[in-house]
């Protein structure tokens, strides 16, 4: 079972400051996403990362995926009230890459 | 418009009942997806169908669940005999099937709550 681990799980800070969130396994993915959630709604992709070592800036949202395909980062510039959410990271099965499998989430509160 | 669309938003029913929970892909997707997503908690993979047949449904944790897309668009995720622990968000994604690296557009997902 290729499990997604996840932290911190709660995240509250001020706005202005700087944030990371990681997202670890013991497994190897083929491609790695990070979704964003809001209450009642469904997960909305933020990018897929899909070679080791990769970096993408979409913003002020900077995500990394790791040289052996097992980890990935995630790091928020000046974090501002809209950034609030539910940041979660999934991994493509390499047997089937239309499983994805979920971390628990980082709940992130920014205060203004 | 749209996006995937999912009903009831809400459904209540009690313990042993059985459920049927529905879902809208965007139109022209192929591909559509249930996920579970339990409180503090990631969605948790279900079943994957490519046009109307069940391509992968690995993630169903066991026989009184059961989904179904007959024409290749809407599906229908069905519930037997209700547990208190089948409650959940129920989530429907649906993507283009083009390329290993596949986005899935999710819906806002039915929150079944079993008594």
């Known amino acids: 079972t290729q499990l997604l681990e996840q932290s911190p799980q709660f995240l509250s800070i001020q706005e202005g400051e700087n944030l990371t969130v990681y997202c670890n396994s013991s497994?190897?993915?083929?491609?790695l996403q990070w979704y964003r959630q809001e209450p009642g709604e469904g997960p909305v992709l933020l990018v897929t990362v899909v070679t080791g070592g990769e970096v993408k800036k979409l913003k002020r949202l900077t995500f990394q995926f790791g040289d052996a395909r097992k980890d990935s980062s995630l790091h928020i510039t000046a974090a501002q009230p809209g950034d609030t959410g539910l940041y979660l990271c999934a991994g493509a099965n390499r047997r089937s890459a239309r499983q994805l499998t979920f971390g628990s989430g980082t709940q992130l509160t920014v205060l203004p | 418009g749209a996006g995937v669309s999912q009903t009831p938003s809400n459904k209540v029913t009690e313990k042993g009942k059985y459920v049927e929970l529905r879902c809208d892909p965007i139109?022209?997707?192929?591909?559509l997806y249930w996920y579970r997503q339990s409180l503090g908690q990631g969605p948790e993979f279900l079943i994957y169908?490519?046009?109307?047949?069940?391509?992968?449904d690995s993630g169903l944790p066991n026989d009184r669940f059961f989904a179904v897309r007959p024409e290749g668009s809407v599906s229908t995720l069905k519930i037997q005999r209700t547990e208190r622990g089948d409650s959940a968000v129920y989530l429907c994604?649906?993507?283009?099937?083009?390329?290993?690296?596949?986005?899935?557009?999710f819906g806002p997902g039915t929150r079944l709550t079993v008594l």
């Open positions: 497994s190897v993915f083929s491609s």
């Open positions: 994604a649906s993507s283009l099937d083009f390329g290993p690296y596949n986005e899935q557009f």
């Open positions: 139109s022209g997707h192929t591909a």
């Open positions: 169908f490519q046009g109307t047949g069940a391509a992968d």
